[in-house]
C-alpha cells in the first residue's frame, strides 16, 4: 500500500522544492499509532530544515518525509499503545528525530499526540502543536510568574495568536510589537499593550520588563536584552544554541561543547547585565497538549488562526509563503 508524501531529497542553503511522490505507508512500531492525515501545519521551521540549519541539533536521513505537526485519525496502534485507540482524532508535533506531517499517513509515536477537543476542526487543530508547545515551553523555561511583564517582539504571526493568549491566561502582562494592522487583533488577543515597530522603537519604549520571547533573532537580540530589567530572562526561538541548550537536550559532550562556543558571545552579553539568555527548540508533548486544552472550552476555545490552505500537491507554494512572512496566522496543508 502506497500514500503520496511531500519529500526533501536533500539539504539546500538556497531552498530546495520538495517532490511529491508515492511511498510505502509505514508500519506502526510497538508504541506508535498511524494517524491518517488531514491536515499538517506548515512552519518556518520547515523552511529551516530545508536549508540545513537545524541539523547540528537534529540531524536527518535523506530522503526526508517533511512536516512537523499534523492533525488525523488513528487507523492502527502498536501493541504497547495504551492511551489511544483507533478512531480517535489526533494532533501533535512530531518527534524531533521523526518528523513526516505532509504525507496521506505518518507512524508516530504516541507519547507525541493527544485527542483533538470536539470544537476544533482538523485544520484548525493543526494550528496549535507547534506553537502551543513552544509558548508551553518557553514560559516554563523563563519560569513566568503571573504579574510579570513578557514582551514578544514580532508577535504578531502564528507563534504569537498562541502565546499571547496563553500567557495572558497565566496572568501576565503581554506586550508585543509589529506592524499597525495587527495591533486590534494581537490586543483582543490578550496583549496589553502593541508597539507599531513603524512608529516606535521598542529598545527606547521599554524597560525594566521581567521576560522577553524572542522570535526575531540576529541582532535583535542584544537590542531586547536591552530592555530586561536586572535579572530578567530572554528565551530565543531564533538566536544560537548555547551550553545550556545542549545540556537540556541531553546531547553528547562534543556537540555540547560546540553548542557553548556558538552562545557564548549572547551568554557574556547576558550575564554582563545581571540578565540570563536561553535558546528553544520545541520539542514533542502530548501530555502537555492534553494539559493545554484543558484550559480551555467551547465557550473559551483553544486560540487558533487559519490564515491559508494549501492542497498537498502545492506544497512548494505554502512554504514559500511561510518563507515571505507577513502571515496573519497558520499555512494550513489539506491533507484529507
Do not use: C, W
Not at 116 to 143: H, K, M, N
Not at 145 to 151: E, H, K, P, W, Y
Not at 153 to 173: E, F, H, N
Request: aromatic fraction near 6%; glycine fraction near 10%; avoid cysteine.
Amino acid at each position: 500500500m502506497t500514500m503520496k508524501a511531500a519529500i526533501l531529497d536533500g539539504y539546500d542553503k538556497n531552498g530546495r522544492a520538495l517532490a511529491v511522490r508515492d511511498i510505502p505507508v509505514p508500519e506502526p512500531a510497538a508504541s506508535e499509532v498511524l494517524v491518517r492525515v488531514h491536515a499538517a501545519g506548515v512552519n518556518p521551521l520547515d523552511n529551516m530544515i530545508v536549508r540545513g540549519e537545524v541539523k547540528l541539533i537534529t540531524p536527518y536521513a535523506m530522503p526526508l518525509v517533511m512536516g512537523n505537526e499534523l492533525a488525523g485519525v488513528v487507523e492502527k496502534v502498536g501493541p504497547a499503545v495504551r492511551r489511544l485507540k483507533v478512531g480517535d482524532r489526533v494532533y501533535g508535533r512530531l518527534p524531533l528525530a521523526k518528523i513526516g506531517a505532509f504525507a496521506e499517513y505518518a507512524a508516530v509515536d504516541e507519547g507525541a499526540l493527544a485527542v483533538i477537543p470536539g470544537y476544533l476542526s482538523f485544520e484548525e487543530a493543526a494550528t496549535v502543536p507547534l506553537t502551543a508547545l513552544t509558548a508551553i515551553q518557553a514560559l516554563d523555561l523563563l519560569d513566568a510568574q503571573a504579574g510579570q511583564t513578557l514582551f514578544i517582539p514580532g508577535g504578531t504571526g502564528s507563534l504569537g495568536a498562541m502565546a499571547i493568549p496563553i500567557a495572558a491566561r497565566r496572568g501576565l502582562r503581554v506586550i508585543t510589537s509589529g506592524s499597525a494592522a495587527n495591533r486590534e487583533r494581537v490586543l483582543r488577543l490578550g496583549a496589553e499593550r502593541f508597539i507599531d515597530y513603524r512608529t516606535e522603537d521598542y529598545a527606547t519604549e521599554l524597560s525594566d520588563v521581567d521576560l522577553v520571547l524572542d522570535t526575531l533573532g540576529g541582532d535583535e537580540v542584544a537590542r531586547e536584552l536591552g530592555v530586561l530589567r536586572t535579572g530578567g530572562r530572554l528565551v530565543s526561538l531564533k538566536g544560537m544554541p548555547n551550553g545550556r541548550f545542549a545540556k537540556r537536550m541531553g546531547m553528547p559532550a562534543l556537540k555540547r561543547l560546540l553548542f557553548a562556543a556558538a552562545g557564548h558571545k549572547l551568554d557574556r552579553l547576558a550575564s554582563s547585565q545581571g540578565k540570563t539568555y536561553d535558546f528553544l527548540f520545541v520539542h514533542e508533548d502530548g501530555l502537555g497538549l492534553d494539559r493545554l486544552a484543558r484550559g480551555f472550552d467551547a465557550a473559551h476555545p483553544l486560540p487558533t488562526s487559519v490564515d491559508a490552505i494549501f492542497d498537498l500537491d502545492q506544497v512548494n507554494g505554502a512554504i514559500e509563503k511561510v518563507l515571505a512572512g507577513r502571515s496573519k496566522g497558520k499555512t494550513i496543508l489539506r491533507v484529507r
